[in-house]
């Protein structure tokens, strides 16, 4: 079964830090360019941050430029998303996503766009005071 999991969420106070975890099962995510992803209730789905399947090429969403950084390990097939400088405008459900055909060096942040499947269950990441 193909299957992606998040971690790392959790609540954090401003200007604080935390790194999300996506782990894939079932298939090898090196493979595949990856997306990170964010939602809040009643909203669109927004794109945050992607990267290529060969780590040469990532791309991040303009509110998040400068705090964010994904990155790859391909030795624990995971994409890690690390996230400084957090705001209360970044609690959100995060989730990860592969993006189809594999082998794509460039990524979208455009979810309409990108063949983005399977997607995780997200981990909640909650900014306050």
């Known amino acids: 079964q193909l299957q992606l999991v998040e971690s790392g969420g959790g609540l954090v106070q401003p200007g604080g830090s935390l790194r999300l975890s996506c782990t894939a099962s079932g298939f090898a995510l090196d493979s595949y360019a990856v997306g990170w992803f964010r939602q809040a209730p009643g909203k669109e789905r927004e794109g945050v941050s992607c990267i290529g399947y060969n780590g040469s090429h990532s791309k991040y969403a303009v509110s998040v430029k400068g705090r964010f950084t994904i990155s790859r390990d391909y030795a624990k097939n995971t994409v890690g998303l690390q996230m400084n400088s957090l705001k209360a405008e970044d609690t959100d459900v995060y989730y990860c996503?592969?993006?189809?055909?594999?082998?794509?060096?460039?990524?979208?942040?455009?979810?309409?766009?990108?063949?983005?499947?399977?997607w995780g269950q997200g981990t909640q990441v909650t900014v306050s005071s």
């Open positions: 996503a592969r993006e189809r055909p594999p082998y794509q060096s460039f990524c979208t942040l455009d979810v309409t766009r990108g063949g983005y499947d399977p």
